[in-house]
């Protein structure tokens, strides 16, 4: 009796303890039901933002048309209101020009404030509550804004132009104007509606999306009240002052999955419920319950197996990476001898070769990372025509052993200098070449290299040609499955894993390009990819040839393009070193700089003096830069005054955040005095540039040789130093003994700043190291110097976890003296080469 009363007694409890858990897993599904539905509408509200720019756009389609027809075509600007008028019955168009002549529709700068814009080049969107939506482009003639075009759309038209109600049943959207002055409403729009968004819960939602909007493009919010259920979503929309909030139903978007949710979880209760009961009964009536041999032996086997796939794959890294790591370094030791230049190039091609080859295994080992989508893509400045050289290097070989003709096209015009991730370039690069060689049994394999230019991105655009055995057109759909192989009855005799293409295609993805086939069964393949990559140097890449090598021997010439001896320059960087190359390399344009090491005195010095041009370093201790021209923009007669950033962070993007600041523009450090005289010729009047004097050619600059002959790779690259002091061997001298004298207090100020957990100066200063090295040619510094300022940004992120900021302050504080005393060889290295 008394077991069966603990039996009794066991089941309540243990039913009493599933209930809870029960409503407990309930409301934790709820929640989390919930905040992926927020998800959910917030992508969908993305979607809604790019229709809203979308259905902008489509009228600003035929204005820039008509711009671009006047910039040809000046008398034809009646004709061209007239034409827009006919087209778009609804807009009033009309022309202005800088003094404010008006055509057709007048309008004022006081009723569209941000029209004053166009006069720089920008196409604009405006809005006035008591006249309606304005639209306006520049006409160019030229390199200057002459005429500004527009068209606007009264407040009685808008509700049917841009109104976003027709998206679907449930979504209610309204666009407003930067202050919240309704702009757009949605159909049938009444004083309910204004009772609805003025609700507490609604407006609590609405603040809890703007505050989320602060670090994501749109967001979304669930709501619950004295209205409802509902989902409360906002996005700003691109390029413009507007922005669209809207509303729809909580059971729109999760009531069904509630309805079925719920019955699934009854019968998962019941099933444990009874699974419960047995098992108490089983525990009752049995008290242990030996592991049979049989599953102890499979289990044993599992384990075996699993162990033994572990060990395979770390013996196999360590058998591929373990003789490349062989080659490579005794190459290294053959490229620190003295050797012929055509053995010297043999040893190079080797070490291009197995770095590359060396990058691809250990990404194909780490098949987990490409599984679960941790591949990470690392952008760096890089030169085109290496990479190139790089994959020819490697495939040509192979080529040659099937005796194919491997042929390679590059167009001379395209800029070399690129910003992105040149590993996965290369790694795409050839296995897309590694595929065309595999499945051309003779023949030709052509990679023809391409592009198209939109002010500082190349769309770069990559075509490997081959004469192969093609492929039919139902295999096309599986043609980036991983680990496919495709006509196995006919290629059973071709290696290969099937990887290959499957890692090209998620590359691409991940780094906002995209592929595409053209095959015909029989005949042949072209696999064409086009890849984003900013641009930070527009040098062209040439006549490119594989064998070509720079002439390393070659005497520099330089002389600027212009001088302005009135022109007045204000330099503001808090780093001595950059304010002196930045001075010394405007010496030869005869302009009269001013330095400032700080935004107070940055400031101080626009008070007592009228400046054309103010190159403003970004990143300051105490004001930065963006602060700075904030207040400067409040000075009076700053009007006319251009600002310039200087930063060492020039990532995509970059330009747009300036120009959002208030920068006319910005300057990626370090620079080239051509990047510096170009963007000075651009912002100074015209009236203060003169034409110089020819002058004779400077007799070639000697390049001082590193002290060390034991390395072929020094730490300090005088050739690169010179590259940003216009080959001038006094200034690279001056900037070689600034570094050293500089170094001491700097490492000591870093030190100290590790010490204090005063991350904000650390990345300032870790920031301003990573700028220096490199002006002074130190590549290895440099590259070390941007990693730890990359986990100091990672450490200060909003949205970084514990486990994140953990990881990298380990980082930081492991990679820290290594830093410093490379720092510290550096300094010492450029004051011996300063000495010479």
């Known amino acids: 009796m008394n077991n069966r009363k603990k039996m009794l007694l066991t089941i309540l409890m243990t039913l009493f ?58 008398e034809d600007k ?156 906002g996005a700003d929309l691109p390029q413009t002052d507007f922005s669209l909030i809207g509303y729809m139903p909580w059971s729109a978007v999760a009531g069904q999955i509630i309805s079925i949710y719920q019955r699934v979880f009854f019968l ?55 003789p490349l790591n062989a080659i490579s370094g005794m190459n290294e030791m053959i490229l620190r001898q003295e050797l012929p230049r055509e053995v010297r190039q043999y040893a190079s091609n080797i070490r291009s070769a197995t770095t590359a080859l060396l990058t691809i295994i250990n990404e194909i080992l780490d098949f987990s990372k490409i599984e679960s989508g941790h591949m990470e893509i690392v952008p760096t400045d890089y030169q085109l025509t290496q990479v190139l050289r790089e994959v020819c290097t490697l495939v040509g070989v192979r080529a040659q052993t099937k005796n194919l003709d491997f042929r390679i096209n590059v167009d001379a015009e395209l800029p070399n200098g690129l910003h ?128 070509a090598q720079p002439d390393l021997d070659a005497g520099l010439r330089h002389q600027s393009s212009f001088i302005a001896p009135a022109a007045q320059v204000l330099i503001v960087d808090d780093n001595d070193m950059n304010c002196f190359v930045a001075s010394s390399l405007l010496k030869e344009t005869q302009m009269q700089t001013v330095i400032a090491h700080s935004g107070a005195e940055a400031l101080k010095a626009l008070q007592e003096k009228h400046f054309h041009v103010v190159l403003l370093d970004y990143m300051m201790p105490g004001m930065n830069g963006v602060e700075t021209l904030h207040k400067a923009k409040q000075l009076p007669n700053i009007g006319a005054t251009r600002f310039i950033a200087l930063t060492a962070t020039a990532i995509s993007g970059s330009r747009e955040k300036f120009l959002r600041e208030g920068f ?48 072929a790779t020094p730490l300090i690259d005088p050739k690169l130093g010179l590259t940003y002091c216009n080959n001038m061997q006094a200034i690279y001298d001056k900037v070689l003994t600034l570094f050293h004298d500089q170094s001491a207090d700097r490492i000591a100020q870093m030190d100290q700043d590790l010490a204090r957990d005063n991350w904000q100066d650390y990345r300032i200063n870790i920031h301003a190291l990573k700028s220096t090295a490199l002006t002074i040619g130190c590549r290895t510094l440099n590259q070390k110097a941007k990693e730890q300022e990359q986990a100091v940004k990672d450490y200060l992120a909003e949205d970084a976890t514990a486990s994140q900021q953990q990881q990298a302050m380990d980082y930081i504080r492991q990679n820290h003296a290594d830093i410093m005393n490379l720092y510290r060889q550096a300094a010492a290295l450029a004051t011996s080469q300063s000495a010479e």
């Open 17 to 74: 303890l599933i209930f809870l858990s029960g409503v407990f897993i309930q409301q934790r599904i709820v929640n989390m039901l919930n905040k992926a539905a927020e998800h959910s509408v917030a992508r969908q509200t993305e979607d809604l933002s790019m229709l809203a720019g979308e259905r902008f756009r489509r009228f600003l389609t035929p204005l820039q048309t008509a711009a671009k027809h006047l910039s040809e075509h000046e």
């Open 78 to 233: 009646a004709d061209m209101l007239k034409m827009l008028v006919q087209q778009n019955p609804l807009g009033q168009a009309g022309l202005i020009d800088f003094q404010h002549h008006t055509l057709g529709r007048s309008v004022s700068n006081s009723s569209f404030p941000r029209l004053q814009l166009a006069f720089h080049g920008n196409t604009i969107i405006d809005y006035n509550p008591d006249i309606g939506i304005l639209l306006a482009t520049p006409v160019i003639y030229g390199d200057n804004v002459r005429y500004v075009l527009y068209q606007i759309y009264p407040i009685s038209i808008l509700p049917q132009l841009f109104a976003l109600s027709d998206y679907d049943a449930f979504t209610h959207v309204i666009i407003q104007y930067h202050d919240g002055t309704l702009a757009v409403p949605y159909e049938n729009y009444t004083t309910e509606d204004t009772k609805f968004w003025a609700d507490d819960t609604i407006q609590e939602g609405m603040r809890e999306v703007h505050r989320r909007l602060e670090r994501n493009k749109a967001a979304a919010v669930y709501t619950e009240g004295a209205e409802g259920k509902y989902f409360v979503f």
């Open 268 to 322: 998962f209760t019941l099933m444990l419920i009874l699974f419960a009961c047995l098992s108490i009964y089983l525990l009752m009536a049995q008290t242990s319950v030996a592991e049979t041999e049989e599953l102890r032996q499979a289990r044993q086997a599992a384990d075996a197996a699993n162990q033994a796939k572990s060990q395979f794959l770390a013996n196999m890294s360590h058998e591929i990476r373990t």
């Open 420 to 547: 992105g991730d040149a590993g996965r370039l290369r790694q795409i690069l050839i296995n897309l070449l590694n595929n065309a060689i595999k499945y051309t049994p003779s023949g030709s394999v052509t990679l023809d290299i391409s592009g198209q230019q939109l002010k500082n991105t190349l769309y770069l655009q990559a075509a490997v040609t081959d004469t192969g055995i093609g492929i039919r057109e139902e295999d096309k759909d599986r043609l980036f499955h991983v680990f496919e192989r495709l006509d196995l009855k006919r290629n059973c005799q071709i290696e290969g894993t099937g990887l290959g293409l499957a890692i090209t295609h998620r590359l691409l993805t991940m780094m906002n390009g995209s592929i595409k086939v053209d095959s015909t069964y029989g005949q042949g393949s072209v696999f064409t990819i086009e890849l984003p990559q900013e641009i930070h140097s527009f040098e062209p890449v040439g006549a490119f040839s594989v064998n």
């Open 664 to 711: 006319d523009n910005y300057l990626s450090k370090p620079m080239t005095g051509d990047e510096l005289s170009v963007m000075l010729h651009q912002y100074l009047p015209p009236e203060l540039i003169q034409q110089p004097l020819p002058s004779p050619a400077p007799a070639p600059v000697e390049v001082k040789k590193p002290t060390s002959t034991a390395d």
